[in-house]
């Protein structure tokens, strides 16, 4: 029986090997070359509105890379801004997601099992509903006569109502709120591990409420810190679908940029290397993040 | 205490045999009151009424099995849980309602609860940096704490790098370093393996006393409880069954739940006979003859009794005993061999069973008994301890 599952347990173990990879090559890796390439190309009047990189010249073969339009992104300060102006967004989003997610993670992983799997349907339950519809629904609730203008005018609390659709404030509520379930999730996940005779241990030894947190839960909550400030921090980037919906003029980020570049202007490659300088700009955060959980990791196997 | 059972043998024997001229260097009584205290959770009684008084320097154990409101207890000790009623009292100043990192208490969690990102060194001294000690008192603090449990070497390390014997030395520094006025050690050998769990026993023990705290300590394993406490108490469901030295909880049980927690033990059920003032017989229906106790019992004729007899108070002979009385005829049904000793299951004429041990003093005893041999067992007038209750 062995010699023979033994034989065959190889092939199995590629197999399990190169189906994910297969998969990134061709979702990921592929789309990102062509990405890459058409960066390099000028703009054309034609179908695909691009030039080719490769010439074919009777015997000559001449390979035409145009850096002009990365050149271009740093020329038109546009780009530089919006690149700014989507990290700062997506740095202070990922902060008040983790700010609002972390006391909410504790206290879920500290229920009872029943009550903790109703509280993380309840953080889960509202993805079960369309992405786009939920942002529509945040216009409803802060457009001028909407719901929550409407009740501080029933209150009294104000006169006019307060402008707060197409602002930055809405943008922030509409991340946060779409956002949320990926901060406390890993968080859930690192902090349910969390022993708590670790936290009593401390307590034990005379640290008040707030040096434990300090020096215990924070430390070893880390990794969860970290992983789910990353899934936050990464997409919001890039986000477009709510800075278009619920942000105004003054929003600007660097996914309605590429879209108005794409569909606006039809100038493809500006556009692909709009998005090949985002990819960059977060390789190095992706970088550090698999930098640190590979030495966590390390440090917890040795 | 002539003869030795397979606990007292092995566990309790080098420390039972002191108990005595230990107890003499033991500070006055109640060093720690626990008076009345009760813990309920939703309608569950957890704790039930308990009140134990325990001296300075004492090493005092909760022993019973899990579930019993040992554990409870020790986490009222510590601050983790307040009692529903009565008082929690150490050298004079009442604990109830003071939070855990106010408290003169530390604790050697179970698995230890080392902090894992900190160093051997840094655990040692976080409940130092708590108080706001200067550094130097501090680095001088931890280095005597570590040299205490030979750690030295260690220092630096994290606690994964270290094997379970070491984490728990650090575990005893970390909560000794304080100089706690009570230690309490939660299943303090759980984690270890069985061999090493009896040097650490002693070695924590004399570790203790060496530095003169007062302890309390819970565990399920009598033998751990038998070697390292002066003092023992019983508990079940919530209750103390029984509080006394580890050869008196052994020799002298006070209830049936005692005698059979500790040990193996065989109850036989009877009436009193004859109730005079210097001996006292019972008539058990399993026995032909007569039983005959050396010593007067408070009790009255006819009233029910059962009598521990522990296994190793059995004495197995081919012959009849002259005695003619704490005899009983029998066929060997079972030998369960131990090196040490071996226990003979013995089949009494009417079908019921008595265990015997027997030491195995030499090596291939030609006159060893066998199964299915006809014996006798016979004890002597003060082999049994009379339960009324």
Known sequence: MRPAFSKWLPGARWAVIVIPFAWLLLFFAIPFAITLKISFASAAIAMPPYTDLLSWDGDKLSVHLNIGNYLFLLRDSLYVNAYLSSLKIALVSTLICLVIGYPMAYAISRMEPATRNIALMLVVLPSWTSFLIRIYAWIGILKGNGLVNNFLQWLGLIDQPLEMLHTPFAVYIGIVYAYLPFMILPLYSNMVKLDRRLEEAAYDLGAKPWRVFVSITLPLTKAGIIAGSMLVLIPVVGEFVIPELLGGPSTLMIGKVLWDEFFNNRDWPVAAAVSTVMLLLLVVPITLFHHFQAKELERQLS | MVEVNEQALTAAGPVAGSTANRNERLGEEHYLRIDSVRKEFDGFVAVDNVSLSIRRGEIFALLGASGCGKSTLLRMLAGFEQASAGTVELDGV?????????????????????????????????????????????????????????????????????????????????????????????EPMGALDKKLRGEMQLEVVNIIERLGVTCVMVTHDQEEAMTMAHRIAIMDAGRIRQVGTPDEIYEQPANRFTAEFIGSVNLVEGKIDEDQKDYITIRAPILAHAIYVGHGVTGYEGQDVVLALRPEKLVVSKEEPAQPYNKTRGVIEDIAYFGSHSVYHVRLPGGERLMANSANAQRWAADRFTWEDSIWLSWDDQAGVVLTS
């Open chain 2, 94 to 186: 009442v604990l109830n309602g003071v939070p855990p990192y106010q408290r003169p208490v530390n604790m050697m969690f179970q698995s230890y609860a080392l902090f894992p990102h900190m160093t051997v060194e840094q655990n040692v001294a976080f409940g130092l940096k708590q108080d706001g000690l200067p550094k130097d008192a501090i680095r001088d603090k931890v280095a005597r704490m570590l040299s205490l449990v030979h750690m030295e070497s260690m220092a630096r390390r994290k606690p994964h790098q270290l094997s379970g014997g070491q984490q728990q030395r650090v575990a005893l520094a970390r909560s000794l370093a304080k100089s706690p006025k009570l230690l309490l050690l939660d």
